[in-house]
Nanobody, 119 residues
Framework: QVQLVESGGGLVQAGGSLRLSCAAS????????MGWYRQAPGKQRELVAG???????NYADSVKGRFTISRDNAKKMAYLQMNSLKPEDTAVYYC?????????????WGQGTQVTVSS
């Protein structure tokens, strides 16, 4: 069974920082693209940042210059460093991974971690 588990969310004041982590586990052969998404109340889930297996990254315009996505392929981990947080960054953040595993190829999601930024 493949699982993605996020951690690192919490409550922070505007201007503060948080670092989210995503751990992949199970019979995984290779993790391809990974990404962080977020969903605020009443809004659609949106891509925050993505990273390929080779390390190429892309960001939503709203977080460019403030957030940094990274990964450790050996540890099957992805990270999202979030700086200069704003109240509008408040959302549930989800980790996403496209991977090859024992049953084939698929896209998996974590359960989400809440990030709340107070003004």
């Amino acid at each position: 069974q493949v699982q993605l588990v996020e951690s690192g969310g919490g409550l922070v004041q505007a201007g503060g920082s948080l670092r989210l982590s995503c751990a992949a586990s199970g019979r995984i052969f290779k993790i391809n693209d990974m990404g962080w998404y977020r969903q605020a109340p009443g809004k659609q889930r949106e891509l925050v940042a993505g990273i390929t297996s080779g390390g190429s990254t892309n960001y939503a315009d709203s977080v460019k210059g403030r957030f940094t996505i990274s990964r450790d392929n050996a540890k099957k981990m992805a990270y999202l460093q979030m700086n200069s947080l704003k109240p509008e960054d408040t959302a549930v953040y989800y980790c996403n991974a496209e991977l090859n595993y024992y049953s084939g190829y698929g896209t998996f999601w974590g359960q989400g971690t809440q990030v709340t930024v107070s003004s």
